[in-house]
């Protein structure tokens, strides 16, 4: 898979199983390559150590995990998972029974300009309404170019375009940029310049006629305080929310309690998980009842997957409402690419 980091051609991911006699439920522990916080050395040997704490009677909310987010997200929905009893189902929803839909954008991954732009007509027919398109890849004259011949095919009364910029832009030339992708009628810019440079993105956001979402920029922090330190000093629009990225659904909440108080929205994005956090990560996206796309997928960028009960349909995410089939044997004979 393309990206504005480079391009990703495998996917570590650990798999946590947590017993309650005959119950049997399964986490994901994935940290993203270049992004996440605990992509580091050791890992493994944390993970190792976690689960033998675990197995000797440690409750897995008492670890400390702060500088692991992914792998608290792993622990604490398969905790979700044991609660329930039925395989694979965290909460109980209209979603998760199979009911309704949830409202997603469309990923048009990285390539050449040809390929970006049949993927945006094979989406736009497919239903999607809502398009996340990541910029700074390329020059941004070509880009721009680009966005604008999109934007002429499809208005902004008709696809909603959501940009990433993964922090392609420099503090000087930022504005020039939002101001020219302001005439593109877009519905926001992620994280326009690198995280770190608190003081400047503070102005852009105060100043930039497009919205500005914050992503990269929410890594690492943990503890209310510092949260809320962080949105008032730079004030964004929008905070994209990750969950095995930023320490799992509990965390993520928290920042979504802090947004609303400082009249800030939200969306929940997944980050190339497999099956298994997808899963949960859609079905805890639901008991928010969202109004705006969310960032979540299929996982079909995988060449090799866990079972799924998720499927889009009319750019909507749907659950099939029926317990999943993953067991102990998927685990063993299964190795994602």
Not at 99 to 110: C, D, K
Not at 159 to 171: I, K, S
Not at 278 to 285: D, G, K, R, V
């Amino acid at each position: 898979m393309g990206t504005s980091r480079g391009v990703l051609t495998t996917r570590d991911v650990f798999i946590v199983a947590l017993r309650d006699r005959d119950r049997l439920s399964f986490g994901e522990c994935a940290p993203l390559q270049r992004l996440s916080f605990d992509d580091r050395p050791g890992y493994e040997s944390k993970l190792a150590e976690v689960c033998r704490q675990i197995s000797d009677g440690v409750p897995w909310n008492e670890l400390i995990l702060a500088e692991w987010p992914s792998i608290r997200f792993g622990l604490e929905t398969a905790a979700l998972g044991l609660k329930t009893g039925t395989p694979g189902c965290l909460f109980d929803t209209p979603f998760t029974r199979g009911e309704s839909g949830l409202p997603i954008n469309g990923l048009v991954v990285m390539g050449t300009f040809a390929s970006m732009k049949s993927q945006v007509s094979s989406k736009v027919a497919a239903g999607f309404d809502c398009l996340k398109i990541k910029i700074g890849a390329f020059d941004f004259e070509t880009e721009y170019r680009f966005l604008n011949q999109l934007r002429e095919e499809f208005p902004a009364d008709k696809v909603r375009l959501r940009l990433d910029a993964n922090g392609a832009f420099t503090c000087e030339d930022a504005f020039e940029k939002l101001d020219l992708l302001s005439r593109l009628s877009v519905h926001s810019v992620e994280q326009p310049i690198r995280k770190g440079n608190t003081e400047r993105m503070a102005a852009i956001c105060a100043e930039s006629p497009v919205p500005i979402a914050l992503d990269e920029e929410l890594i690492g922090f943990s503890g209310r305080e510092l949260k809320v330190e962080l949105l008032q000093t730079i004030n964004p629009h929008f905070v994209v929310l990750k969950p095995s990225l930023l320490g799992g659904l509990a965390a993520c909440e928290e920042w979504i309690d802090i947004a609303g108080e400082l009249g800030m929205g939200y969306w929940i994005t997944s980050m190339l998980e497999s099956n298994i956090g997808l899963n949960a990560i859609s079905q805890w996206t639901s008991t928010l009842e969202p109004v705006i796309h969310q960032g979540l997928g299929t996982g079909q960028l995988f060449v090799g997957n866990f079972p799924s009960r998720l499927s889009v349909r009319s750019g909507e995410l749907y659950h099939s409402g029926e317990p999943d089939l993953l067991s102990q044997k998927d685990l063993t004979t299964l190795r994602l690419q």
